[in-house]
């Protein structure tokens, strides 16, 4: 089974940045879709950002041009660089794989969370 190791999250002020990472276990990292979400108190899990094994991106309208999602396939690792943070960015950010962007948003197939790397944006 593949493990998510999130980190880099912390406390920041709004209008801040902060650059998360995730490094994947297994050898199947580079053919697959990769996703950050996002969980905030009292809401579901929601994607905020995803990237294809070919690089195409999605995001979500609340992010868009404000995070960054790379990957760097020699490493395992995807990255979710996040600009001009907002206290509503709160949340614990996770990682995870999918066949696809598509599967991604569904959440098909995942049956596992790491433990995540908590984000909060002070006013």
């Known amino acids: 089974q593949v493990q998510f190791v999130e980190s880099g999250g912390g406390l920041v002020q709004a209008g801040g940045s902060l650059r998360l990472s995730c490094v994947a276990s297994?050898?199947?990292?580079?053919?697959?879709?990769m996703g950050w979400y996002r969980q905030a108190p009292g809401n579901q899990r929601e994607l905020v950002a995803g990237?294809?094994?070919?690089?195409?991106?999605n995001y979500a309208d609340s992010v868009k041009g404000r995070f960054t999602i790379s990957r760097d396939n020699a490493k395992n690792t995807v990255y979710l660089q996040m600009n001009s943070l907002k206290p509503e960015d709160t949340a614990v950010y996770y990682c995870?794989?999918?066949?696809?962007?598509?599967?991604?948003?569904?959440?098909?197939?995942?049956?596992?969370w790491g433990q995540g790397t908590q984000v909060t944006v002070s006013s």
């Open positions: 995870n794989s999918g066949r696809s962007l598509l599967a991604l948003v569904r959440s098909e197939g995942i049956t596992y």
């Open positions: 990237i294809s094994s070919g690089g195409p991106t």
């Open positions: 297994g050898s199947t990292f580079s053919s697959r879709a």
